[in-house]
Structures are given as C-alpha cells and as structure tokens.
C-alpha cells in the first residue's frame, strides 16, 4: 500500500474529484476505515495493525474530521461514496453472534 494520499474516486463527469489538501486521507488512515468497513473494533484494528487503540482513536477522529463524519458508519458510508473504501475490499458477514 502507499504511503501518499488518497483523493477519491473519478467524478460522473469525466474528472478526478477536486478536494481540498485537507480533505483527503493518508493510505494508513483509507486503511482503517476499510478495516472499520469489515467490522474490526479498534481493538481489532490496533492488534492487526501493532499500534495501541489510543493511536487508533486518533487516527479515526482524523477521519472524521477530513469526511465530515459524525460517527463511524457515517464515516465508513462516506469513505465508500468518496472512494476512499472500495466496495471489493468490503467482506460482507454474518452480525457477530448470529448462527451461521
């Protein structure tokens, strides 16, 4: 994965989207909102990732600030209509705790 920042999906209209420097994610942050789009908690994420939870919460308050988020679905919605999930890394599965 790189390093650089990630600006979303081509527009409807032929262009790529035009966002503001500060509105767009880092790889590693485009990382963990795809992580949260798959249901990791930020336990989850901070085990996979070898970082402590706390640098996970801050990364997500990050997020939501560069989305406009005002929580992590929303962000996770936005993230997938701003591009910066991709709907084939989403794993669709069963709500935790239901039988199989």
Do not use: C
Request: hydrophobic share 45%; glycine share 8%.
């Amino acid at each position: 994965m790189t390093a650089g920042p990630v600006a979303g999906p081509p527009a409807s209209r032929g262009g790529p989207v035009r966002l503001p420097a500060d509105r767009v994610l880092t790889a590693r942050r485009a990382e963990l909102l795809t992580m949260a789009a798959n249901g990791m908690t930020n336990a989850d994420i901070a085990r996979a990732l070898w970082v402590s939870e706390d640098t996970v919460k801050s990364h997500f308050r990050h997020i939501y600030a560069v989305l406009g988020a005002k929580d992590r679905a929303h962000a996770v919605a936005l993230g997938l209509v701003r591009g910066f999930v991709r709907p084939d890394q989403v794993r669709l599965q069963p709500p935790r705790g239901s039988a199989a």
